[in-house]
Nanobody
Framework: QVHVVESGGGLVQAGGSLRLSCAVS?????????PGWYRQAPGKQREWVAT???????TYADSVKGRFTISRDNTKNMHYLQMNSLKPEDTAIYYC????????WGQGTQVTVSS
């Protein structure tokens, strides 16, 4: 069974940065596994944020393009989300999962951006 554990969230001022981490177990992060990040803001549906393919190609939601960077470390079975120039509207619980085949959701990590 695949398990993910998100970490790295916190409270930051607008314009600040955070780096989220996702530890993965139960599946090997090989080229056929494409990790991604999602987020859910208060009162809103969960939305997709970013995906990284097996060859390292990345795609982003328009709302975070140019500010967020997804990366992966197959040797550690982890992937990451570097978030720069944070805005109050980025406030949400952030989750990692696998967009091509969703697995069970983790607890997520809270990101709060103050204005």
């Amino acid at each position: 069974q695949v398990h993910v554990v998100e970490s790295g969230g916190g409270l930051v001022q607008a314009g600040g940065s955070l780096r989220l981490s996702c530890a993965v177990s139960g599946i090997i992060l090989g080229n056929e596994v494409w990790p991604g990040w999602y987020r859910q803001a208060p009162g809103k549906q969960r939305e997709w944020v970013a995906t990284i393919s097996g060859d390292g190609s990345t795609t982003y939601a328009d709302s975070v393009k140019g500010r967020f960077t997804i990366s992966r470390d197959n040797t550690k079975n982890m992937h990451y989300l570097q978030m720069n120039s944070l805005k109050p509207e980025d406030t949400a619980i952030y989750y990692c999962n696998f967009p091509r085949r969703l697995r069970s959701w983790g607890q997520g990590t809270q990101v709060t951006v103050s204005s």
